[in-house]
């Protein structure tokens, strides 16, 4: 640079004569005319006398002032040449430098753009990557559905094996439908999560290739214009390239450049937040969806609890009275034995009685009387009929009764069979199958 400065100060002119143009000087010729002249019409448009004296010196002052003019406009030509050539070599250094200057601004603009994108690239890259790993939870949350789902739908095909009348819409048949209706919604907000995570996914990948893109742009321009700053007036790589200076049509601006970069930027972080957003509301349906499940699954269980409990205090009270109501047969059958033997304990008296009405009917004549005898014996014949059909009547009521009794006895039988059938469904099938319901961390997708 201080080689430049010297270059660039001016050198004092020459103060021989002022640099300029001197005027031109009129001469009067000299015409052959007048004494010791050649006029003759021979001899016209030659000249054939010599020159005058003042003809001589003013050739010869002509020709000096022509050669101190043409000397003078020649060392200002050099001067102005040296000056020109050190302003010219100043020039193109400054240029140069400032070329070189721009070129590293652009180096730092380029890896600063560089930077952030492969930034945001390694940021998407890693939200891509959770957002896989919350896309796999959902996908063993709804395969883990399933389970529950099979528990359900087989409780309620189990259930409909009872018998009447314990084939009744109970409160655990409607735990178990709402419980299934849960686990149909669950299933199908986990697949609509799905479908949103992939789409996600895919703008995701899609943005980051852009960025990719965007950057590997940048490193190949970065990689030549590096290059382009290493150049100098020494380097054996540079070359004539006289159609470079033309601008391509396609070429863009430094605005156009930084916003496209910029709204690559703005569009990647856009969909990285909203892939942010999209797993915390997984992580929210994920642990919603499995609390949900194992409240419904604790209210089945409950209510499976309650019934069995139900079922067990019926069939106690059943037996209870299926205990009672055999006693009662018991009773009642020695009862209607015991009536029966009455009423063959009546027919000897009976026979008794009419006999003596029978043989004291052929008495002869006026024997034939109505005595005392004869009417105690009528009353006591009336007396026997009517103990007998008070005691066929009460035999009839004793049999009906045992006949009842025995009804009563296999209905209670019946019906002890039913809720043995009935808790040996709920509990040995229904909870049994029901102890194979997922846990929370695997319904919540983490195994």
Known sequence: MAQTDVLLTKQPAPQTIPACELPPKLYDVARNTGAYTSSGLATSGFRTAKYLVDEWFQNCYARYHQAFADRDHSERQRHESRQL?????????????????????????MHCWKSELQHEVGELGAETDLLLAQKQRIERALDATAVPFSIASDNLQCRERRQHPDLVRDYVEMELLKEAELIRNIQELLKRTIMQAVSQIRMNREHKERCEMDWSDKVEAYNIDETCARYHNQSTEVQFHPHSTKFEESASTPESWAKFTQENL???ERERLASVNLRGLIDCILRDTAEDLRLQCDAVNLAFGRRCEELEDARHKLGHHLQKTLREITDQEHNVAALKQAIKDKEVPLKVAQTRLYQRSHRPNVELCRDTAQFRLVNEVEELNMSLAALKDKLLEAEQSLRNLEDTRMSLEKDIAVKTNSLFIDRQKCMTHRARYPTILQLAGYQ
């Open 266 to 268: 703005h569009r990647a």
């Open 85 to 109: 050539a050190a302003e010219t070599e100043a020039l193109a250094q400054r240029t140069q430098a400032d070329s070189t200057r721009k070129v590293g601004e652009r180096l730092q603009d």
